[in-house]
């Protein structure tokens, strides 16, 4: 079983839908939990933090259920600039002298006019 | 906003040949990371490295991977001697807390020819 699976997509929607992905992770020791976006070759960018109550930023919205290790992001009223790959990762919290991130392969979005 | 930046954004080297790979992390941060993503795969740990030391390091850098950071502000990745399959995209990431989000470098292409 892969340790973060995501679905790779595409998913095309147009400007203006709701669109919602989906995350499982394997290791129930992981603490930390993260939505980052990636534009074609170009560097990961953290989009938010995920918590246990849910949390929203914008259109944004994640949500973590623990106990069956699932973690989803919705994006409302999506813009053509959401267009991106959406990556779905996590840690074992920070311990010692690091904070190992491991990435899900990223679910695809174009949103269309 | 302050961010990480990795020279070269582009390596084309020959199979056995040595690389470097420089970044030069966000100056307050003390935590560092070099992760790659193979084209169209996910992007995976290498490499975190705190207190002028290898705090922990994946399967993949083997003997042939080295990190150093030679002054207060860059960090290297060198692979002694290139394989085809080392060919990726090579992320630096650095934070300042060990639980904060990473801050990801735009990249550096690695060719092996």
């Known amino acids: 079983r892969k340790e973060v699976e995501q679905d790779p997509g595409p998913f095309n929607v147009p400007e203006g839908a709701t669109v919602a992905f989906n995350c499982t992770y394997s290791?129930?020791?992981?603490?930390?939990f993260f939505w980052y976006r990636q534009d074609c070759r170009k560097e990961p960018k953290l989009l938010m933090s995920?918590?246990?109550s849910g949390n929203e930023d914008g259109r944004f919205t994640a949500q973590l259920n623990r106990a069956s290790q699932y973690i989803s992001l919705l994006i409302r009223d999506s813009k053509l600039s959401d267009s991106a790959t959406y990556l779905c990762v996590v840690s074992r919290g920070g311990t010692g002298g690091g904070n190992k991130l491991t990435f899900g392969t990223g679910t695809q979005l174009k949103v269309e006019l | 906003e302050p961010e990480v930046t990795q020279t070269p954004s582009h390596q084309v080297t020959q199979m056995g040949q040595e690389v470097i790979l420089r970044c030069v992390p966000i100056?307050?941060?003390?935590?560092f990371y070099w992760y790659r993503q193979i084209l169209g795969q996910k992007v995976e740990f290498l490499v975190s490295f705190y207190n002028n030391e290898i705090s922990e390091k994946s399967e993949i850098f083997d003997d042939q991977f080295s990190v150093e950071r030679p002054d207060g502000s860059n960090f290297t990745l060198k692979i002694r001697s290139t394989k085809l399959e080392d060919s990726a995209m090579y992320f630096c990431?650095?934070?300042?807390?060990?639980?904060?989000?990473?801050?990801f470098g735009n990249g550096t292409r690695l060719t092996v020819t």
């Open positions: 290791n129930s020791a992981s603490q930390s």
């Open positions: 995920v918590y246990s």
């Open positions: 990431a650095s934070s300042d807390l060990v639980s904060s989000p990473l801050h």
């Open positions: 100056s307050n941060h003390l935590y």
